[in-house]
Each structure stands twice: as C-alpha cells, then as structure tokens.
C-alpha cells in the first residue's frame, strides 16, 4: 500500500524559505508511471496546485508560484521536496504530498499525504 | 487558466435522498476532470477520474458525467459520511481545482 508522509517546519518566518519533504513508502519514486506532486490548502479555504516532478527530474509549477518554487527528488531516499521562497502570511497552509496519475492531457493525485501545516509568522 | 466554478457552494439534502453537484469549466477540458471528497481534518480522497471512472473502492453510489465545460457529480442514496466536501479538478491544461461544494444534512 502506497503511503506519503510529509515532515519538516511547521513556522516559518516571513520572507523565509519553507521547506518540506515527503516520505514515499510501498513503491519507487523511480517508476516511470507517476509523477510527485505538492498541493495546498489554506485554512478554511480550497485546494491549489503548486507543482510537480518525474523521477527523471523534470519539474513543471503552477505559473503564479513558479518564481518562488523549487521541487526537487532524491531517488536514493524514495523522497522528493518542496522550497518555496520569500514567503509571507498568505503561504499558510496545509501542504500536502500526492501522487499523481496520468490520464489524457495531464494528472489526477490518486494518493495523498495527511497534509502538513506550516505557518508563516514573526 | 481555466476558471472552474462548483455549484451549489452548499447542498442541504437528506440521508437517502440524492445530491447532485455541478461543476464549470471556463473552457473545454474534455474528459480530463476529477473529483475529490475532503472529510473534515483529512487529506481530499480522489473518487472520480477521467469524469466518469471510479477510483478503486469508491462506492457505486458515486458517479460522474460530464464532457466540454459542463461536469457532474451524483451521490444516490446519502450516507452519514457523504456529508463533507466536494472538489473537481482539470487537468486539461496546467491543474486548477474549483472552490467546492459542501453537502449537509437538511
């Protein structure tokens, strides 16, 4: 059973980096089939796409966060990244890890981590 | 981007009875339209793919239609846990998530 973990700083200062990592356990980050995949969620608000990574490394972001956004994979860890730049309050947010499957033009997120809330405060 | 816009934003129905949320997209995606429950403190569940296909062990009470700029998800017969919320996604071009639709129980 594939399973997705994320971990790393829950507070962030302003016009910091956040930085998280997801676990991938129950299959290879190095399959072919997939590719890893960031999302977030304000508190109390809707889901929003931030970007994603094959194993081979190529990475594809959402435009309005692309400046800022960096994802990155370790094959060796079966784990894969997250760094957002310059953050501020309105990078609050449950982040959460997923899979996601291709099907015609682009991916669905099939397998999702239990999400990981960072806040951006001084 | 593709503007996609649920509707209701909230659905007030009784157990066993029907739902059905709507979902727009600002241009055609095609079939390339998911749906996702969301339980309160949970990660979103992927339930439909493709705008019509179940993902595995998602109930046959749950269906999608749907193609172009027009989606929608039914729900026959409510269950206590079907009350939470609902969000589709495209996947046409880049990936944008509509507002959801949250079901409640009337």
């Known amino acids: 059973q594939l399973q997705l973990q994320e971990s790393g700083s829950g507070l962030v200062k302003p016009s910091q980096t956040l930085s998280l990592t997801c676990a991938v356990s129950?299959?290879?980050?190095?399959?072919?089939?997939?590719?890893w995949s960031w999302i977030r969620q304000p508190p109390g608000k809707g889901l929003e796409w931030i970007g994603y990574i094959y194993h081979s490394g190529s990475t594809y972001y959402n435009p309005s966060l692309e400046s800022r956004v960096t994802i990155s994979v370790d094959k060796s860890k079966n784990q894969f990244s997250l760094k957002l730049n310059s953050v501020t309050a309105a990078d609050t947010a449950v982040y959460y890890c997923?899979?996601?499957?291709?099907?015609?033009?682009?991916?669905?997120?099939?397998?999702w981590g239990q999400g990981s809330l960072v806040t951006v405060s001084s | 981007e593709i503007v996609m816009t649920q509707s209701p934003a909230t659905l007030s129905v009784s157990p066993g009875e029907r739902a059905t949320l709507s979902c727009r997209a600002s241009?055609?995606?095609?079939?390339?339209l998911a749906w996702y429950q969301q339980k309160p403190g949970q990660a979103p569940r992927l339930l439909i793919f493709g705008a019509f296909t179940r993902a595995t062990g998602v109930p046959a009470r749950f269906s999608g239609s749907g193609s172009g700029t027009e989606f929608t998800l039914t729900i026959s017969s409510l269950q206590s846990e079907d009350f939470v919320v609902y969000y589709c996604?495209?996947?046409?071009?880049?990936?944008?998530f509509g507002q959801g639709s949250r079901l409640e129980i009337k």
């Open positions: 241009q055609s995606v095609s079939s390339n």
């Open positions: 996604q495209q996947y046409n071009n880049w990936i944008t």
């Open positions: 997923a899979r996601a499957s291709r099907l015609g033009r682009g991916y669905y997120f099939d397998y």
């Open positions: 129950g299959d290879s980050i190095s399959s072919g089939t997939y590719s």
